[in-house]
């Protein structure tokens, strides 16, 4: 399985927001631009209740927030680098968030979700990626990192 | 006068296959509604072939009652047959030397008591000793033979298991060959005693009877050894059944043919094949089981058709009263006493005797041979007595047997996994303890659960309590491949989705239906209506374990029962 089958450079962004609910939006948004299939409504209904479950803050200013959608046709990915870090996100270590990587599965596609979820934190367990990708100044940059160096 | 739709049958000549098919269909609607009243299915067929045949409607001509004997012998073979496949060898061990007793014992009273009183009130009417004498005998040789096919219908439909199961089986078998003799016996002294019927003497008439037994039973045992070398090579069921088709249709048309006893030959038939293979055999009488149901049907309808109640002098109701009574109190004294004698087990002392009412086709049959052996009233008599006998022996025999099966506590104990399925519901083996998951659980709180409980799946509920998902043992594997995973994974992110619910109200057989169709291990139980309100889990695997457990526990309760 790799990150490139799931993420394209469009879904790589410098975050305009600073706050969990304000990333989180825009991560939608972008999610939306790349499957016409996706109801924006649903999708952000579907991350904050997961949110209000428990934080996908994982630490070491990692968020993986993750959900399964009906409508939806393939899996997708999209990622987000706030480099001032996100301080309302309640992350494990409570620690500000500077990465936050949306994943989105279609409802029957559990065994790649699941697989997926453990690529991205796979990656991402190596603090010098981690320290690239919040140092890069562009998306492609970040997406070159993430595709790239696997 | 023949009625108005007599006429109109013969008449228009229904296609016989059509009358197949109406006497099937309308049989079974007769059985279901019989059923409902608690009263044994063959009742049912026996009262719609009643209604549509000589007594009733006259729907079913002469003719077509004429062109379906063929399938009536086709289908006492198949009953035959599978009455056969009881009389397992190791059985006649244990029991073997007890139920030749009782079978006599039961025979020989009856024909005693039979004998007796019908030839008394015959003596009452007539004033003549040897007619009297003469058709007291021959009536007490007919009352011997038990009908197998009215009597094992029952057993067959309340699924029972036990000794008195299968002494029934053991009589119902034999006690057909002990009537043919004796009926050769007191046919030939009432032809000394009458100067009537084609005599030949004592000896020339057991001759033929050891001729119609003895070749019924080489007959059927020949085919069973050729049948059984044949089922060795045949694996599928399919093939299975169209040798075992073909091999009886051999031995009733054969055994037709040569005038052997046709029922035993097919029974011969099949307790050779159930010995010699004990185990594979199994398969072959269940392929046969299966595809016998609609042939019973017709059977039983064509048996009530028959019966023409009609033409029937009054005189002779008044002989068919003691006759019964007499006939029953001889087989129940008779059962009881040999069961005494033999030291037989309490049930068979108790409750074998009511087991032996019915009265069918070789009672018939012999009936019809007396009446052309014995020209005259005797003969007329004779043939009327054990048709109208037959009637209310056939009707009122099989809710005898269901009661003294039921009351020996032999019912349902020969059941099947599909049986048990169609018995129970989902309520009835659903784990309402099952653990369940809240949607925020995480994996550490989930494999502490798991670790304590067998279970291998697992519903998850939303704050609600309403079913959101389901986890399986095989989803959680997934969690556990990427080290740091375990540590923020919630139920909510291993759940799989619902595929399906069901009701604790719902069959089991439906249940284990819909899990097998769609490959599911388990089913959520939910509450009717919108809401999906968990109550409880209901796995595959404990369905399972719960089938067998209580095949076995059945099973050994039928072999012990007390005595």
Redesign the interface.
Known sequence: MEIREFLTPERVILLAGSTKTEVLDELADLMVRADAGINHGQLQEAIHK?EK??S?G?GHGLA?P?V?LAGLRDPLMAIGVCRDGIDDYES?DNKPVRIVILIAAP??Q??VY??L???A??VL?LEEIRRSIVESDSPEEIYRILTGDE | MPPAATILAENVHMPIILIIGLAVLFGTIGARLFQRLHIPQVVGYIMIGLIVGRSGLGLIGEQALESLTPFNFFALGVIGFMIGGELRREVFRKYGRQFIEILFSEGIGAFVVVSILTGGIAMLITRDVAVSVAMGIILGALSTATAPAATVNVLWEYKTRGVLTTAIYAVVAMDDALALVLFSIAASVAAQLTGLGDGGGLFAALGRSAYELGGGAVLGAAAGIGLNFILRRVRDRGNSLTFIIGALAIVVGAGKWLSVDVILAAMTLGATVANLAPRRSRMAFEVVERFAAPLYVLFFVVVGAHLGLREMPGWIWALTLPYLLARSVGKILGANLGARLAKAPEVLRKYLGLCLFCQGGVAVGLSIMAGSRFPGEIGLAIIMIITVTTLIAEILGPPCVKFAVRRAGEVGLNVTEQDLLQSYKVGDVMDRSSPSFS??A?LGEILHTIAETGAMSYPVTDAAGELTGVITLQ?LK??F?????S????A???K??VVDTITEGELLAEAVTRMQEQDLECLPVVTGGENLRLVGLLELRAVNRMLSQEIIRRREQADGVPG
Do not use: C, F, V, Y
Request: charged letters at 30%; aromatic letters at 2%.
């Open positions: 997961r479950l428990m996908t994982i993986i993750h399964r494990l409802a029957g559990h065994e699941i697989r979820l453990a690529k934190s796979d367990k | 949607e925020g995480t989803d997934q969690g491949s990427t080290e740091g995973l540590e923020w994974l919630l909510d992110d291993l799989q989705p």
